[in-house]
């Protein structure tokens, strides 16, 4: 039985002046998109495509929580 993990991250852009806070369950594939700006929004508007942080998580529902203890929510 394969384990999944689940994965919050901060990416930036080059100058550190904007942050993007995410969910994902394929850290790398994630990243490669937005550094190759496969979604149009705020990360390919600001530039946003350097990975600063993750966290690693074996349940959905706790990366979730993290993700918006770290927005603030």
Known sequence: MK????????VTNKSNTALYIGV????ENR???H???V????????????LVYFEEFQWIQDAIARE??????
Do not use: A, F, P, R
């Open 3 to 10: 384990n999944h993990l689940y994965y919050v991250y901060i």
């Open 24 to 27: 994902t369950s394929d850290l």
């Open 68 to 73: 918006k203890q770290l927005k603030g929510g």
């Open 31 to 33: 990243v490669w998109q």
């Open 39 to 50: 979604y149009k929004g705020y990360t390919s508007k600001y530039q946003i495509n350097k």
């Open 35 to 37: 550094q190759e700006k």
